[in-house]
């Protein structure tokens, strides 16, 4: 949110005493090569903070909701460029007035006095330290073609029943690299096919396809990235919290159907730090 957002919220809560807010990213936003976009992803969250802080204005801000790290196989990579709570500590406490706050599993806090983090700060590091030195600990099983083609089917029950074929004849088939297959699938209105070799339009695990045709949510974060002969998006299980990618853009499941949103986040495989 910007300040224009933020602005008619100030208005209608008045002065606040303590800021709770996230301070890293929770989703995905590139593919593992994408550096520069993970680095702007992590930048915009402390930049979220800094517009917070100059229309609220607290005296203290507590740091919240990015004690977390990605623990499946498929995303372990996001790790490298989430923001630390030490960055976001000494970023926050750049600001005159404001006291930023680090709470540890555990630690009490009275609202509105000051707080020494330091202890806190000191296990969050041992604690990364100790996650980053070892590998990622969840895995998913492969999910045969049969029962993919199958789920393949009754999505696309699902699509005809909430809408009209007129629409969804307009709508592309998707070429999907399933990347524990090794192979190409063509999802359409016929259902999930072999395809030919050749550019996809995203690669993911064949468990990962099985979420995105068993959940009807997942489509409003959705980034896609352009590509020759890669795949524009390559998504893991763990990642398929804030996209549930082309093939639900394409397929069309939320962009013209009348579901409702359940969550824009699904699972993320991501593990507390504590």
């Known amino acids: 949110m910007d300040n224009a957002d933020l602005l008619p919220l100030k208005e209608k809560i008045g002065a606040i005493d303590t800021l709770v807010t996230q301070f890293s990213y929770a ?4 593919n593992k090569d994408d550096d520069a976009v993970w680095k702007a992803a992590a930048a915009e969250q402390l930049e979220k903070i800094r517009r917070e802080v100059e229309v609220f204005k607290p005296e203290f801000v507590l740091l919240s909701a990015s004690y977390v790290f990605f623990d499946h196989v498929e995303n372990w990579y ?8 030490h960055d976001a500590f000494a970023y926050v406490s750049r600001f005159p007035g404001v006291m930023p706050i680090v709470l540890y599993p555990g630690d009490r806090w009275e609202v509105g006095s000051p ?7 000191v296990r969050y590091a041992a604690d990364r330290a100790r996650v980053m030195t070892r590998c990622p600990e969840k895995r998913s099983k492969s ?7 199958g789920n393949a089917r009754d999505f696309v029950r699902r699509l005809r029943k909430r809408n009209g074929l007129l629409l969804l ?8 690299h399933v990347t524990d297959h090794a192979k190409i699938y063509l999802l359409s209105l016929s259902g999930l096919t072999e395809a030919d070799d050749g550019p996809a339009d995203v690669a993911l695990s064949s468990a990962a396809l099985l979420y995105c045709l068993r959940n009807d949510w997942g489509a ?6 352009n590509a020759s002969k890669s795949p524009k998006m390559q998504i893991g299980i763990g990642s398929l919290g804030g996209l ?3 093939v639900r853009i394409a397929m069309g499941s939320t962009m013209i159907s009348d579901i409702t949103q359940k969550s824009s986040r699904g699972p993320f495989w991501a593990s507390n730090l504590d």
């Open 78 to 85: 996001m790790n490298q460029w989430t923001n630390t709570v």
């Open 115 to 121: 707080h020494d983090s330091s202890s806190a700060l």
């Open 244 to 246: 549930v990618l082309r």
């Open 143 to 149: 999910v045969d073609a049969a029962k993919l083609a």
């Open 27 to 30: 989703s995905w936003w590139g």
């Open 220 to 225: 409003k974060l959705c980034r896609s990235r």
């Open 169 to 176: 004849l307009r709508v592309p088939a998707t070429r999907v």
